[in-house]
């Protein structure tokens, strides 16, 4: 199981990104997904998710309406755009599979997002 993200960077406040996350070795359009982050000092959390079909999403207050999350089940990839970024979103971005039915649980090894002028 591999789950690669890249697309991190340093970008001025208001800048955007594009992370990807590309995955193989498990069947990823039976897996939700997810993106975290984690800030020097902080704890991990959850910034989105995404259904196994792409239609159900869900965000974290801090983001909505800056951030949106995608996939695409025939690349085995998911995406996290990232609009209108401010230094409070410099973090280590994670992704994550999840399927609760079989305790699968995978994560990649984070993209580091750094937010400065």
């Known amino acids: 199981v591999q789950l690669v993200e890249s697309g991190g960077g340093l970008v001025q406040p208001g800048g955007s990104l594009r992370l990807s996350c590309a995955t193989s070795?498990?069947?990823?359009?039976?897996?939700?997904m997810r993106w975290y982050r984690q800030a020097p000092g902080k704890e991990r959390e959850s910034v989105a998710s995404?259904?196994?079909?792409?239609?159900?999403?869900n965000y974290a207050d801090s983001v909505k309406g800056r951030f949106t999350i995608s996939r695409d089940n025939a690349k085995s990839t998911v995406y996290l755009q990232m609009n209108s970024l401010k230094p409070e979103d410099t973090a280590v971005y994670y992704c994550?599979?999840?399927?609760?039915?079989?305790?699968?649980?995978?994560w990649g090894q984070g993209t580091q997002v750094t937010v400065s002028s």
């Open positions: 070795g498990f069947t990823f359009s039976t897996y939700v």
């Open positions: 994550n599979a999840l399927r609760v039915a079989l305790g699968s649980d995978y």
């Open positions: 995404i259904s196994v079909g792409g239609r159900i999403k």
